[in-house]
């Protein structure tokens, strides 16, 4: 038997409940964006150890987006838009995932090659005016860097949930 304590204390949870139920597909994009973004951020501090600067705003940024773009498609098919989509309708699913974020991998490189390569000495300077006390040697430039790799990721993760709800993972009908 339910007490009338247990029901009112439902009752108190009910607009909380609906509200996620509501936003929960954008929650959930937001959860496995940030995951991925995370995993886009370290694998650049890891091509930037590994290759270097230039290397790591290059071609180390196709790489990662590429890894990114599988870690996404999974997330988002599974978790996120929970696509039922089988044989040839998910192979076109993933075509157009793919071509999509290969989209937003262009606008990602030609941000960081703009703006964590072209503008990095003119950024690094700013910086280091700012914060350079307590910067060590060359930290300027990588916060710079890192600075440019997350306003890239703000762009094309908005870009992205547009492309994967008006595009990919729309419902039929």
């Not at 009910?14 to 886009?40: C, D, I, K, M, S």
Request: charged share 15%; net charge positive.
């Amino acid at each position: 038997m339910v007490s009338e304590t247990m029901k009112k204390e439902f009752e108190a949870h009910r607009p909380a409940a609906r509200w996620l139920a509501e936003h929960g597909e954008v929650l959930r994009y937001l959860f496995f964006g940030v995951l991925t973004t995370l995993l886009n951020i370290l694998l650049y501090g890891l091509f930037l150890a590994l290759f270097g600067y230039q290397a790591a705003n290059s071609w180390g940024n196709v790489l990662d987006n590429a890894l990114c773009i599988l870690f996404a498609y999974a997330t988002n098919r599974a978790f996120v838009f929970r696509s039922r989509a089988r044989g040839r309708a998910a192979a076109a699913e993933f075509g157009k995932f793919v071509a999509c974020r290969l989209g937003t991998m262009a606008l990602d490189t030609a941000v960081m090659i703009a703006g964590g390569n072209w503008l990095a000495a003119p950024g690094a300077a700013l910086v280091g005016a700012v914060l350079g006390r307590w910067l060590g040697p060359g930290q300027a430039q990588a916060l710079w860097g890192l600075g440019v790799k997350v306003f890239s990721n703000g762009l094309v993760i908005l870009l992205n949930y547009r492309f994967s709800k008006r595009i990919i993972f729309r419902p039929k009908g």
